[in-house]
Nanobody, 117 residues
Framework: QVQLVESGGGLVQPGGSLRLSCIAS????????TGWYRQSPGRQRELVAG???????NYADSVKGRFTVSRDNPKNTMYLQMNSLRPEDTAVYYC???????????WGQGTQVTVSS
């Protein structure tokens, strides 16, 4: 079984920065991280930053140039560095991984990011 645990969320002023972490435990060697998503009230969950098996990243237009996704494979950890945060970035952020063989999807429990003055 795989567990994903996000951390690093919180309250930040506009223009500020946060770094989210997603740590995989359990049979984490069988999974690969696929990216970060977010969901705000009344809206569908959306992809914020994806990362391929080879390490290439893609971003939602709204976060390009401000957010950076990365991972540390030996630590079974994926990160999301968020700079120049805006009120519209306020949401619950989730990390996602998939099992390499079965393609089963795993989600973390989410971490709240609130951007407000």
């Amino acid at each position: 079984q795989v567990q994903l645990v996000e951390s690093g969320g919180g309250l930040v002023q506009p223009g500020g920065s946060l770094r989210l972490s997603c740590i995989a435990s359990g049979t984490a060697f069988n999974i690969r991280f696929t990216g970060w998503y977010r969901q705000s009230p009344g809206r569908q969950r959306e992809l914020v930053a994806g990362i391929t098996n080879g390490g290439s990243a893609n971003y939602a237009d709204s976060v390009k140039g401000r957010f950076t996704v990365s991972r540390d494979n030996p630590k079974n950890t994926m990160y999301l560095q968020m700079n120049s945060l805006r009120p519209e970035d306020t949401a619950v952020y989730y990390c996602k991984a998939v099992a390499r063989l079965s393609a089963i999807e795993y989600w973390g429990q989410g971490t709240q990011v609130t951007v407000s003055s």
